[in-house]
């Protein structure tokens, strides 16, 4: 069975840093492009990130360019979001998902709130 | 990268079918076949009930269905059922990832 869980998420200031982590199981991680989707409270899905199987490819939406930094660890079955210079509109609930064309598996998301 | 527009809500009695809107450019719905649809519950992740326009994930049921004409997809589901009432968003795949703004089903 696919899992997928996220942690990492928490309260943070303005300006400050978050790194969330995904724990991949049940397939074969380094087999897949992978995705970090948010979701803003009572607001609909943006699509935050995605990389390559082996890291070589990464991709950002315009708002987090600069600021976030997706990454794996395919030995140790993990995806990364790295968060720095967070502002309050950055606030989502935040889900790991598997693919980059559709998104078949997701995990049950982690709360980041960045406010003072 | 621009949302993709879709209606704010749409409804319908159970039994019925109703067919869920999904608007973008020819640089992302209308120049590529990869359109997803996700039904969320609330306080649930996403499920993915289309991909690749039309195709269908194991276990997803026949009454879901997907289209995509020119720049604009659409998902019928129908005979509608009670459970069916949740927020669906589409997807388009274009290098980046994109998603609509959601649509909110409410079975009568």
């Known amino acids: 069975e696919v899992q997928l869980v996220e942690s990492g998420g928490g309260l943070v200031q303005p300006g400050g840093s978050l790194r969330l982590s995904c724990a991949a199981s049940?397939?074969?991680?380094?087999?897949?492009?992978m995705s970090w989707v948010r979701q803003a409270p009572g607001k609909g899905l943006e699509w935050v990130a995605n990389?390559?199987?082996?890291?070589?490819?990464?991709y950002y939406v315009d708002s987090v360019k600069g600021r976030f930094t997706i990454s794996r660890d395919n030995a140790k079955n993990s995806l990364y979001l790295q968060m720095n210079s967070l502002r309050a509109e950055d606030t989502a609930v935040y889900y790991c998902?598997?693919?980059?064309?559709?998104?078949?598996?997701w995990g049950q998301g982690t709360l980041v709130t960045v406010s003072s | 990268q621009s949302a993709l527009t879709q209606p704010r809500s749409v409804s319908g009695s159970p039994g019925q079918s109703v067919t869920i809107s999904c608007t973008g450019t020819?640089?992302?719905?209308?120049?590529?076949?990869?359109v997803s649809w996700y039904q969320q519950h609330p306080g649930k992740a996403p499920k993915l009930m289309i991909y690749?326009?039309?195709k269908r994930p194991s276990g997803v049921p026949d009454r879901f269905s997907g289209s995509k004409s020119g720049n604009t997809a659409s998902l019928t589901i129908s005979g509608l059922q009670a459970e069916d009432e949740a927020d669906y968003y589409c997807?388009?795949?274009?290098?980046?990832?994109?998603f609509g703004g959601g649509t909110k089903l409410t079975v009568l």
């Open positions: 990389i390559k199987q082996d890291g070589s490819e990464k």
């Open positions: 020819s640089s992302d719905v209308g120049g590529y076949n990869y």
């Open positions: 998902a598997r693919g980059v064309k559709s998104f078949q598996h």
């Open positions: 690749d326009v039309s």
């Open positions: 049940g397939f074969t991680f380094s087999s897949y492009w």
């Open positions: 997807c388009s795949y274009a290098g980046l990832g994109v």
